[in-house]
């Protein structure tokens, strides 16, 4: 195990120190004091390696990650997980917008509330399946333009405060969105359809809420004693007659 202390560091520094720890064979990295510190984890590769910040990281944690898994024991910035390939990041706290832009495999878990446009052109191509679970609330257009991969918003924790704001899944083209509790017709965007999950979606869905539970120390039969609605899109070619005859 190596440890980093990242108090006052620049960026560059800090991304190096753990570059050249991934580099000498360390599988375990804990970084302390980190304050807003960006683009850490971006980009490396190995499932075997693991990061433990204590602090708050900045943008673009996990940018083009590629198999290790990062444990956040605070809150999170902008763009966690951005075009992310593979492997796990974990959020104790909240975490800021465009969660999950453009990911294109792995797990990301948020155990609080996430910004706008969080799960915005997720994708997947054979294998490559993303998954993106929120433990709070999201701001609007959660599941922006969203191609493939699995987005769920649990709402728990988060008092009378609404689950979800507006324009959820506005040109949603693949994929699929789990929301636990109650949503307005006027949130969604007319580009998706609401459909109660059957026994195979929930049994896709219980994989990963274990998961979150085991990470969250939440219990799992409490959250499913509440019903989740599923949000498919209804075509893959929303705006095909914009831009095509």
Do not use: W
Request: net charge negative; proline share 2%.
């Amino acid at each position: 195990m190596r440890e980093i202390d990242a108090k006052g560091i620049h960026y560059k520094q800090l991304n190096e120190l753990i570059r050249n720890a991934v580099r000498d064979g360390e599988k375990k990295i804990v970084l302390r004091n980190v304050n807003g510190q960006r683009y850490i984890g971006d980009g490396l590769t190995g499932t075997d390696v693991e990061i433990i910040v204590h602090g708050v990281p900045g943008n673009d944690l996990a940018a083009f990650m590629d198999g290790p898994t990062i444990l956040v024991n605070n809150n999170a910035q902008d763009a966690v997980g951005n075009t992310m390939n593979s492997g796990k990041v974990v959020v104790h706290g909240d975490a800021g917008d465009i969660v999950g832009y453009g990911m294109r495999g792995g797990e990301i878990y948020i155990r609080g509330n996430v910004g706008y446009r969080v799960g915005i052109h997720m994708k997947s191509y054979q294998h490559m399946y993303p998954v993106l679970v929120v433990g709070g609330l999201a701001r609007d257009f959660l599941g922006e333009y969203m191609a493939g991969g699995l987005l769920v918003l649990l709402g728990l924790d988060i008092g009378d405060e609404k689950i979800a704001r507006n324009y959820i899944g506005t040109g949603m083209h693949g994929g699929e969105i789990y929301i636990r509790g109650e949503v307005e017709k006027y949130q969604f965007g007319k580009e998706v359809g609401v459909k109660e999950p059957g026994e195979e979606d929930y049994k896709r869905l219980v994989k990963y809420l274990r998961r979150f539970c085991e990470y969250f120390h939440y219990n799992l039969d409490e959250i499913l004693k509440e019903d989740f609605i599923r949000l498919v899109p209804v075509s893959h070619r929303p705006y095909g007659t914009l831009y095509a005859y």
